[in-house]
């Protein structure tokens, strides 16, 4: 029988909550490992200085893409069964650019918010709890933005659908798109680096500077 078996009954609710709990904490394990717990890493993708978010992110993209496109050619997975959350356009690009404005300001994306909170890290609790209130302040705001909240609906829709391509020829230029975003990358992180004169000059005045400062306490 081709996956995916929740949606045929072969387990129960509360197995796919265990099963969706514990590869959630092996996810966020990843991340941890990976450096995404500090919003300072994650930050440095907005100096150009460290795409490594980008190149993770897109290769999840594209593995993910093409795992479920060939798994669908083998018959393993049945995409027909597979969920897909209905398309609102409006609403879900305010909600992008909402994020994408949060994730410069505080450094974090959702995901690795609660990576950061998990270990420990004080920005990324603070970052959790705001989270959650404006989850609940938008709930308790819904009755009058629902107008707004379901505006520009597509239904479930994918961008094979959107583009009338094959899933195919998307995913071929998905990952073209992929390879040149990864050459870009690349390109970004040796242009924006600083200098090694430069560095060193900086790490020279912070050193200076401690030990002015430690002078001074001293007399």
């Known amino acids: 029988m081709p996956a995916p078996l929740y949606p045929q009954e072969l387990f129960s609710e509360q197995t796919s909550f265990v099963i969706a709990f514990l590869l959630g904490i092996l996810f966020g394990f990843t991340l941890e490992r990976a450096g995404f717990g500090s919003s300072r890493k994650l930050a440095m993708q907005f100096y150009f200085r460290d795409m490594t978010v980008l190149k993770v992110m897109f290769t999840a993209i594209v593995v993910a893409m093409l795992g479920l496109l060939y798994l669908n050619w083998m018959e393993v997975l049945d995409l027909s069964l597979v969920s897909l ?76 659908d959107w583009l009338n391509l094959r899933p195919g020829v998307v995913a071929f230029l998905v990952v073209l798109m992929a390879l040149g975003m990864f050459y870009g990358a690349e390109w970004l992180e040796k242009r924006f680096q600083p200098q090694p004169a430069a560095a060193a000059a900086g790490a020279e005045r912070r050193e200076q500077s401690a030990a002015a400062l430690q002078l001074e306490q001293t007399i």
């Open 85 to 160: 959350n209905p398309t609102f356009l409006w609403p879900q690009i305010m909600g992008g650019a909402l994020m994408g404005i949060g994730f410069v300001v505080g450094g974090y994306c959702p995901g690795t918010s609660l990576v950061a909170g998990a270990t420990g890290k004080l920005d990324g609790m603070i970052y959790v709890a705001g989270a959650l209130f404006g989850m609940l302040l938008y709930g308790v705001a819904y009755p009058a933005l629902q107008g707004f909240a379901e505006s520009g609906s597509l239904g479930e829709v994918t961008l094979s």
